[in-house]
T-cell receptor, first 115, second 114 residues
Framework: DGGITQSPKYLFRKEGQNVTLSCEQN?????MYWYRQDPGQGLRLIYY???????QKGDIAEGYSVSREKKESFPLTVTSAQKNPTAFYLC??????????????FGPGTRLTVL | AQSVSQHNHHVILSEAASLELGCNYS??????LFWYVQYPGQHLQLLLK??????LVKGIKGFEAEFIKSKFSFNLRKPSVQWSDTAEYFC????????????FGGGTRLMVKP
């Protein structure tokens, strides 16, 4: 069964703690993305990776970090430096660079609540 | 930088009513255009997309969208909505020279009353 999985579905953390959100895909896609969704603001790009061992900052990267050691995995760490971390986090993947007609496919999301 | 505007934040319709959700973008170059839908409790799904060719694009579940280049618009339409269309709808734009980066609108929350 192909697709994108994100875990956990709900995550609660205390203020000041780092937390890592998981994203795995078995679509053999080169590109992966992390978005943050807040009510009324749509999705905003945090980080993206076009290929293994490479990633770039998106529009709101401050307070977040990522790694891309494997093609199928793109974990996102929400650090204590992120001022307003409570949000719904979405991971996506696409075939990759050079595909001018590329389409992104999304995982089910992780809802992070910082207490 | 490109931006996407969805002017209707909340829309309430009765079943069988017609739907049109507005989407405007600001970018002068060539674009790819998308509508995604997020049903309650489900993940974001692709509804339809436009890359080139016929500006009237048909998607899943009876939805369609028309790309009007002169108006920088890509409005979503459905002739007769159903209760099951209750969801949040997002318009997204990708500038051809921006790689695969998508810029999303703020979303429109549609409620269809049975």
């Amino acid at each position: 069964d192909g697709g994108i999985t994100q875990s956990p579905k709900y995550l609660f953390r205390k203020e000041g703690q780092n937390v890592t959100l998981s994203c795995e895909q078995n679509l053999n896609h080169d590109a992966m993305y992390w978005y943050r969704q807040d009510p009324g603001q749509g999705l905003r790009l945090i980080y993206y990776s076009q290929i293994v061992n490479d990633f770039q900052k998106g529009d709101i990267a401050e307070g977040y970090s990522v790694s891309r050691e494997k093609k199928e995995s793109f974990p996102l760490t929400v650090t204590s430096a992120q001022k307003n971390p409570t949000a719904f986090y979405l991971c996506a993947s696409s075939i990759g660079p050079g595909a001018g007609t590329d389409t992104q496919y999304f995982g089910p999301g992780t809802r992070l609540t910082v207490l | 930088a490109q931006s996407v505007s969805q002017h209707n934040h909340h829309v309430i319709l009765s079943e069988a009513a017609s739907l049109e959700l507005g989407c405007n973008y600001s970018y002068g170059g060539t674009v790819n255009l998308f509508w995604y839908v997020q049903y309650p409790g489900q993940h974001l799904q692709l509804l339809l997309k436009y890359f080139s060719g016929d500006p009237l694009v048909k998607g899943i579940k009876g939805f369609e969208a028309e790309f009007i280049k002169s108006k920088f618009s890509f409005n979503l339409r459905k002739p007769s909505v159903q209760w099951s269309d209750t969801a949040e709808y997002f318009c997204a734009v990708n500038a051809r020279n921006a790689g695969n980066m998508l810029t999303f609108g703020g979303g429109t929350r549609l409620m269809v009353k049975p």
